[in-house]
């Protein structure tokens, strides 16, 4: 993966995570701050081809997000070829509608008051070897933040190689942990708004961009 420019976050198990997704629906979380959500294809070269999602009704190209909290819409392409070095984060599961998709006003108000909760402080693990204190962490409700302004809340499954899945929390604790459902925060949610995804959802992390570790 020398080809990349972004060598120093490349993470060749990470990249065999991806490549079990090839031909699925996923969301792709980037370290750059935008999101993409279509089907996921072979990687070639460093690079992932996403194409446009299968059985999403409504949904016939790839849902593109920029880290622009003011765009309330997603952009439709027909392809999109990522550097898979570029990517923090993968979420799989049972998308029955694209998480990228326009939100309400009433969705939107809502999410806006639950943001300026969440903008409140949050007190973090010691960012000393984080990678060793996070693997203490398996089996509990935790959040963790990535480079791209991401922020991930849910129960920790495993840490390995330097990477990480996150699935749906087994409590509630507001503003960011949500019973059943994987929490997400990020830029290119309109506002940065909080946004849940309930049931069998798992988040794939690269944890060479991982920056802090959340205990709520």
């Given at each position: ?18 490549e ?19 089907r996921s294809?072979?990687?070639?070269d460093c ?13 016939t ?22 550097d898979?070095c570029?990517i923090a ?5 049972p ?15 809502n999410l ?7 903008s409140?402080?949050i ?10 204190e996070?693997?203490?962490l ?6 963790i ?8 809340f ?23 942990l ?11 949610f ?18 060479r ?8």
């Amino acid at each position: 993966m020398s080809n990349t420019p972004l060598p120093h976050l490349c993470n060749k198990k990470f990249v065999c995570e991806i490549e079990s997704l090839c031909d699925r629906n996923a969301l792709f979380l980037l370290v750059d701050g935008s999101a993409v959500f279509g089907r996921s294809g072979r990687i070639d070269d460093c690079v992932i081809c996403v194409s446009p999602p299968i059985g999403i009704t409504g949904v016939t190209l790839v849902q593109f997000r920029p880290p622009n909290s003011n765009l309330t819409t997603a952009i439709g392409v027909s392809q999109i070829l990522i550097d898979v070095c570029n990517i923090a984060h993968v979420v799989e599961g049972p998308f029955q509608t694209s998480p990228l998709a326009p939100i309400s006003t009433l969705a939107a108000v809502n999410l806006q008051r639950t943001t300026q909760i969440a903008s409140q402080p949050i007190a973090t693990r010691p960012q000393r070897e984080l990678l060793d204190e996070l693997c203490d962490l398996q089996s509990q409700n935790i959040g963790i933040t990535t480079l791209g302004g991401w922020s991930i809340f849910g129960i920790l499954g495993w840490v390995d190689d330097c990477v990480s899945v996150i699935s749906a929390a087994t409590t509630t604790n507001p503003p960011v942990l949500t019973l059943s459902s994987i929490t997400i925060v990020g830029p290119a949610f309109p506002s940065a708004t909080l946004f849940t995804l309930l049931g069998s959802f798992r988040v794939w992390s690269n944890l060479r961009t991982l920056t802090q570790v959340i205990l709520p």
